[in-house]
């Protein structure tokens, strides 16, 4: 399981998939938090694109990501969650998450949730972030700037936007990438999530010779 999460996270330049999140807004400043509600259920549909070399096509990798709320105590939820597909059809795990998106203890989901700010933001301030890991590329160190972008009526409905900009690097990758998180004020749950990134691995052929890959990627993460 954990391999399969961290291999997702560096594909999502750990702008990860996204937390509910409770947005409140007083003065001009937006209070971001997680309301954990037992019982829920939460199901993404991830879809990771990369366009290999010498393709004209890219190729898609399709995920499913489903978290259930089994209690929530003093705002911390319990979660169970499973990643389906891609070749990752895994048992189910488990993990407690605060009302930031901090996870106590030690779980594979804290690798896949974007931490909130302590504080309230106005439109415009960012806060960062920065996690290491292994994965299919080695030890990799990602670097989030997330800036929020505030309320805005997008196709009818109201959302709270959220920039991503996100630097990897270390193993055998190293990339950077954009993205925006698209947040409902009013049931407290991201709605999308999608990113840009642009790789450059590095691989070793039998000879001893080291080659260099791009490998643009795009990454959709959609609440069902």
């Given at each position: 399981?954990k391999?399969?999460l961290?291999?997702?996270?560096?594909?999502?330049?750990?702008a990860?998939v996204?937390a509910?999140?409770?947005v409140?807004?007083?003065?001009?400043?937006s209070l971001l938090r997680?309301?954990?509600?037992?019982?829920?259920t939460?199901?993404?549909?991830?879809?990771?694109?990369a366009?290999?070399?010498g393709?004209?096509?890219?190729m898609?990798n399709?995920?499913t990501l489903?978290?259930?709320?089994?209690?929530v105590k003093?705002?911390?939820?319990?979660?169970?969650?499973?990643l389906?597909g891609?070749?990752?059809?895994?048992?189910?795990?488990?993990?407690?998450?605060?009302?930031?998106?901090?996870?106590?203890g030690?779980?594979?989901?804290?690798?896949?949730l974007?931490?909130?700010?302590?504080?309230?933001?106005?439109?415009g301030e960012?806060?960062s972030q920065?996690?290491?890991?292994?994965?299919?590329?080695g030890?990799?160190?990602?670097?989030?700037?997330?800036?929020?972008?505030g309320?805005?009526n997008?196709?009818?409905k109201k959302?709270a936007?959220?920039?991503?900009?996100s630097?990897?690097?270390?193993?055998?990758?190293?990339?950077?990438?954009?993205?925006?998180i698209q947040?409902?004020?009013?049931?407290?749950?991201?709605?999308?999530m999608?990113?840009?990134?642009?790789m450059q691995?590095?691989?070793?052929d039998?000879?001893?010779?080291?080659?260099?890959?791009?490998?643009p990627?795009?990454?959709s993460v959609t609440?069902?």
């Open positions: 399981m391999t399969a961290l291999a997702l996270g560096l594909a999502l330049g750990l990860a996204p509910p999140a409770q409140t807004t007083k003065a001009s400043k997680i309301k954990w509600v037992k019982g829920k939460y199901k993404y549909a991830v879809n990771v694109a366009m290999v070399p393709q004209k096509r890219p898609n399709a995920m489903k978290l259930d709320v089994t209690d003093g705002g911390i939820g319990s979660l169970k969650y499973i389906m891609a070749g990752s059809n895994d048992s189910a795990q488990t993990a407690r998450v605060d009302s930031l998106g901090k996870v106590l030690k779980a594979d989901l804290g690798e896949l974007i931490p909130f700010p302590e504080k309230a933001v106005a439109v960012s806060w920065t996690t290491s890991g292994s994965s299919m590329y030890k990799s160190t990602v670097a989030m700037k997330l800036t929020y972008r309320v805005k997008v196709n009818g959302v936007e959220i920039n991503i900009s630097t990897i690097s270390g193993g055998n990758a190293v990339g950077k990438g954009t993205g925006l947040v409902s004020p009013d049931d407290g749950m991201v709605q999308s999608d990113q840009s990134l642009s691995t590095k691989m070793t039998s000879k001893g010779k080291t080659q260099t890959m791009d490998l990627i795009k990454v609440l069902q």
